[in-house]
């Protein structure tokens, strides 16, 4: 049977594992749970850029160089009780100190620049290519159905108001009331922030002028949505209906401010043609701007960096062996003596 002494030695020996078992613990390090500060806004300037001079430092004045005053040498006979022997001094003069120059104030920092305005649309002049369904490159179609609908990269000189392209939307013989055609284009925004909408264009046709037969309307989803059903408000352009074919047009510009209330908008225009006849209307498009402050994308997931060491502590894992070994060997010695024992 194992001696009392074994026991005691054994149960030591255990605690002592479990202390250094204990002290090789390796914590994770800490992770900094702070987020990140949002990303400030940049206001729109609404006020026209101002140049401000800023003054140059005075240019530095000349030190002038210190003249050394030379003292008249008097020499002094001091009569000697022993010797006729004359003995001479000099007597000092004052040294004038150098002035030290004026230092030099250092330039103030240069002005912040001011973001300026960005136009937000791709393609908002159709300059870019078509697609083989007519629609420049950067927007999308739509049409509510039961009509011809075409859509047109228009190069005839007489509508294009810039460049050589403009967008052509056509409705082609309706066959019930309010047919519509149109394109559209969603864009990143900052919440709050005002931008300027241009829009310039024409609408002709080959019906007689009237009130409401064919116009043209903009809308905006504030949502980003691309649905143009989904637009709650329409805004009439007060754009004259033209004939369909002219030696010249005249070409009409609207312009607005609009606020966004999210990351990203909507812009829809459409065309209307109002009676089911036999008719064509078309719509020229050129010229459409959407200028402001633009999003500044903040990187998504970002995480504070990781504080705290993360090497191992070799220390207690050799202090852990040690231990075991010498628990190893008094065990064993205190198990071949209690074999003796009995």
């Not at 001479?88 to 230092?103: L, W």
């Not at 104030?105 to 083989?132: D, K």
């Not at 460049?163 to 009331?177: A, D, F, K, R």
């Not at 519509?180 to 969603?186: D, F, N, S």
Request: proline fraction near 13%; hydrophobic fraction near 35%; include cysteine.
């Amino acid at each position: 049977m194992l001696t009392r002494e074994f026991r005691a030695r054994f149960l030591f020996g255990v605690l002592i594992l479990v202390l250094a078992a204990a002290s090789c613990a390796n914590f994770p390090p800490k992770q900094a749970t702070e987020p990140p500060p949002p990303p400030t806004d940049t206001p729109l300037p609404v006020a026209e850029a101002t140049s401000t001079s800023t003054p140059l430092p005075p240019p530095p004045t000349d030190t002038p160089t210190p003249v050394m005053a030379v003292a008249a040498v008097t020499p002094t006979v001091t009569p000697s009780p022993s010797t006729e022997e004359e003995t001479t001094t000099v007597a000092p003069t004052d040294t004038p100190q150098p002035t030290a120059a004026p230092a030099t104030p250092s330039p103030p920092p240069p002005p912040t620049p001011t973001p300026q305005p960005t136009e937000l649309l791709v393609n908002g002049n159709f300059e870019a290519e078509f697609g083989p369904d007519g629609v420049a490159t950067g927007w999308q179609k739509f049409s509510n159905g039961d009509a011809g609908f075409v859509w047109y990269d228009d190069r005839w000189a007489q509508v294009v108001l810039e460049g050589e392209h403009s967008q052509l939307i056509s409705i082609v013989n309706p066959n019930y009331n309010d047919r519509y055609i149109g394109i559209y284009q969603t864009v990143d925004v900052v919440s709050g922030q005002s931008y300027e909408l241009m829009l310039n264009g024409l609408v002709r046709a080959n019906t007689p002028p009237e009130d409401y037969g064919h116009r043209l309307y903009w809308g905006v989803d504030y949502n980003g949505g691309g649905d143009w059903q989904a637009v709650e408000n329409w805004t009439e352009l007060s754009w004259d209906q033209q004939p369909l074919v002219a030696k010249t047009f005249t070409a009409n510009t609207y312009t607005t401010i609009i606020t966004p209330t999210g990351e990203s908008l909507t812009l829809f225009i459409r065309g209307h043609s109002k009676w089911p006849r036999q008719s064509e209307a078309n719509f020229n498009l050129d010229k459409l701007s959407l200028r402001g402050v633009p999003r500044t994308e903040s990187s998504p997931g970002a995480t504070m960096p990781v504080t705290g060491k993360g090497e191992s502590n070799w220390v207690p894992i050799v202090a852990l062996i040690v231990l075991l070994l010498i628990l190893f060997r008094e065990g064993w010695r205190s198990l071949a003596g209690g074999v003796e024992e009995s």
